[in-house]
């Protein structure tokens, strides 16, 4: 499957221009790569500027609330970013889990909001802080089970999971690719036995946590289904290193 990078910019740049800039940067510097899949997840008030701007690069959001409209102050819904051109949405980034409080009951919720409204959700997993061994496992069995529990199974073919332990994120200290590759397959496998062979394998497996030019390829396997993409934080903010992430995944050197 192409595999999908997507840039999540969190509360990044300060203005509105400096998101134009950054936004056409990357497009110019991945023009032409048919390869990889691109993305880009501005702050909200950014999405239409990153979105006059962004060529082949598909539109992400970063969060999303679960009712359709009303009194929610604060809020935006799945049928506005649709709108705003959005084509995916990150649910469940572990900056929302920590600092909002979300769990997995909420991540439910906002994904059913983001496939009403035709988003691909992008589900964001992994173990937290302290846990190691026998713990990561457990801890993303239960997100995913809790994340997904209730939804009709076809409505989650094509939909993308993103694996990000906590540990590695915004840390520089990302995981092993090794390491990265068993975690992709065994939530494919969580996904197969929950999910059927078919939709599990329609299912993008992303790595995020500390991803830079440098490590970007090492993650992507190429021999079996492993890591089909990245979720990159940091290294999204310059463009040259985004790129340089781009280009390396699809194989056309450092970029
Ligand atoms: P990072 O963030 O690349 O800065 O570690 C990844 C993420 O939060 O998605």
Redesign the pocket.
């Known amino acids: 499957m192409k595999p999908l990078i997507i840039g999540?910019w969190?509360m990044n740049p300060a203005s509105r221009r400096e998101a134009e800039t950054l936004a056409r940067s990357v497009r110019r510097g991945i023009a032409g790569s048919r390869r990889v899949e691109v993305a880009i997840a501005p702050p909200f008030p950014f999405l239409e500027s990153v979105g006059k701007n962004r060529g082949s690069v598909a539109l992400a959001a970063q969060d999303v609330f679960w009712e359709q409209s009303g009194a929610y102050t604060g809020e935006v819904s799945a049928a506005m970013l649709r709108d705003f051109g959005a084509r995916y949405v990150i649910v469940g980034?572990?900056?929302r889990r920590r600092i909002r409080g979300e769990d997995d009951a909420v991540v439910n919720r906002k994904i059913r909001a983001a496939l009403r409204a035709r988003l691909i959700p992008v589900l964001?997993i992994g173990e937290g802080a302290n846990a190691g061994g026998e713990v990561v496992p457990k801890a993303i069995g239960m997100q995913l089970a809790g994340a997904l529990a209730g939804i009709p199974k076809a409505a989650l073919a094509g939909t993308v999971v993103a694996y990000?332990p906590v540990w590695?994120?915004?840390?520089g200290n990302p995981d092993t690719p090794d390491n990265a590759t068993r975690r992709a397959i065994y939530i494919r496998k969580l996904l197969a036995d929950r999910l059927g062979r078919r939709i599990a394998d329609s299912i993008r497996i992303l790595y995020?946590?500390?991803?830079q030019r440098a490590n970007a390829a090492s993650f992507i396997a190429h021999d079996i289904r492993g890591m089909e993409g990245l979720?990159?934080?940091?290294?999204s903010l310059k463009a040259d290193e985004f790129v340089g992430i781009v280009c390396a995944v699809a194989g056309r050197g450092k970029g």
Do not use: D, F, Y
């Open positions: 999540n969190k980034h572990s900056e964001a990000e590695a994120v915004g840390t995020g946590g500390s991803v979720l990159v934080g940091g290294a």
